[in-house]
Structures are given as C-alpha cells and as structure tokens.
C-alpha cells in the first residue's frame, strides 16, 4: 500500500478551502508526487478556512506557501507549485494524462466546465469537488455520481451549461462518469451586499461562484472526503 501510495501522481487544481485541505490530507497519507494549481495570494478573507493561510502568509502565492508547509510533513515528498489559472489559454500545458488522479476545487464556471471535459477525456481518475458555500452542517456531506447529484445548485448549473453547450455547439459531454463531493444543504447568504442576487451562484462578469460564507470544518471535510476517494481507490485497486 506505501508503494503505490508513494509512487501516485496527483494534480490538485484549486488550492482554497477545499483543495488546500485535500492536498495536506495527500500528503499526510503518503502521496509521493503532487502538483498543486493556484493562481491566487492569500488575503485576509482566507484565513477563516483555508489551510495555509495565516497572518503570516497574507500576500504569498497560495502554492507556494501550501508547498512550504506540505514540505514540512513530508520534506521527500515531490511537491510541484504552479501559480497559474487552468483555462483554455493554459490547458493544453497540462498533460494529464501523465497522472494517475485529478482533482478539482476550481470556482470559475468555465474553467470547471473545461477540467471536467478534459480530465475525464484523460487516463486519470477524477474527482471534483461542488460549492461548500452556505452549509453549516457537516452531517450532510455527501459522495455521489456527477449526473446523480440532486439538491446541489452548483451540481444543477454545471450539468445544464454541459448540456446546452453539447446541444447547441456540439460541445463533448464528459467522457467518462466521476464522482463529486457535494452538500445539498443551501442557506441564505446574509452577508450579501444590498441589491446583489444572494440566490444566484453565477457572478455573469466572470463566470465565478458568487462570494458566499464558507466555514472551516465543511471546506476541510470536502477536501478530506477528495483525499479520502483517492486513498481508497488506491486500496481498492490492490484488491482488484
């Protein structure tokens, strides 16, 4: 089991309150070779739950200072930081093919849509991740297939913009079915700026998730329960 979990090549696009916790998860259960995707620094709205960031990294390139401290549990570990954006300008610079898991915490709509047609058209297994925004209850986190998914607004807009895109522009559906973490819990966003659309997930100027509340514990359990799909199809496949 040490082997293969040493010898595993994971890309990690998404380095914030999900992906952040996935990747420490990695790193701590034995994943020799990970590459973390982040074009962000830290600021100050994200040290109520992202893993790296305190007051002393604020300003620093989230994968550098996410390396810094996965280097500090595992120094052997081949940890490869990345600051940039997965989007069609870039995506052809990753060979995915060359993992054996991606995962995927992005927020930016089209970039999702993208890694998603593009790494189940891959040989690598993967996982994405759906909105952790507005839960508080972290009983209701779940696993599920991406065309199974109910009661997720993230889930339901990801699916419909696939399939008018394969309808009306010949666009690819997924090559092939992946598993996603969601929560189907959806609480109102009493912080949102008057006059804003707390309802909506979609920010139509950047095709971004909406900026809604996210609490530590249910970002860490997406990212724990991502990390926690890779391990167990690493055991799993020992069984095969």
């Known amino acids: 089991m040490f082997d293969r979990l040493s010898a595993a090549r994971v890309i990690l696009f998404g380095v914030g309150g999900v992906g952040s916790w996935c990747a420490e998860g990695l790193i701590r259960s034995g994943i020799g070779h990970l590459t973390i995707v982040d074009s962000d620094c830290v600021v100050p709205s994200n040290v109520n739950r992202q893993l790296m960031a305190t007051t002393a990294t604020i300003g620093r390139p989230k994968v550098e200072a996410l390396r810094e401290r996965l280097l500090e549990i595992n120094p052997l570990a081949d940890v490869l930081a990345l600051q940039q954006t997965y989007c069609e300008a870039t995506a052809d610079s990753f060979d995915l093919d060359s993992y054996d898991y991606v995962i995927d915490c992005i927020d930016a709509l089209k970039d999702k849509i993208l890694l998603i047609l593009k790494a189940t058209a891959s040989k690598a297994t993967f996982f994405s991740s759906m909105g952790a925004a507005l839960k508080v209850d972290p009983t209701r986190v779940r696993v599920g297939e991406f065309f199974s998914v109910r009661d997720c607004p993230l889930g339901a807009m990801l699916r419909k913009k696939i399939r008018s895109a394969a309808r ?15 929560d189907g819990e959806v609480l109102p966003n009493l912080g949102a700026p008057e006059g804003s659309s707390a309802a909506s997930p979609e920010d139509p100027g950047h095709g971004k998730i909406a900026v809604n509340g996210s609490l530590a ?15 167990s199809d690493i055991y799993n496949s020992l069984e095969s």
């Open 217 to 231: 514990h249910i970002t860490a359990i997406f990212g724990f329960t991502l990390c926690g799909l890779v391990i």
């Open 168 to 182: 009306h522009k010949g666009a690819p559906l997924p090559a092939k079915p992946f598993l996603c973490v969601y």
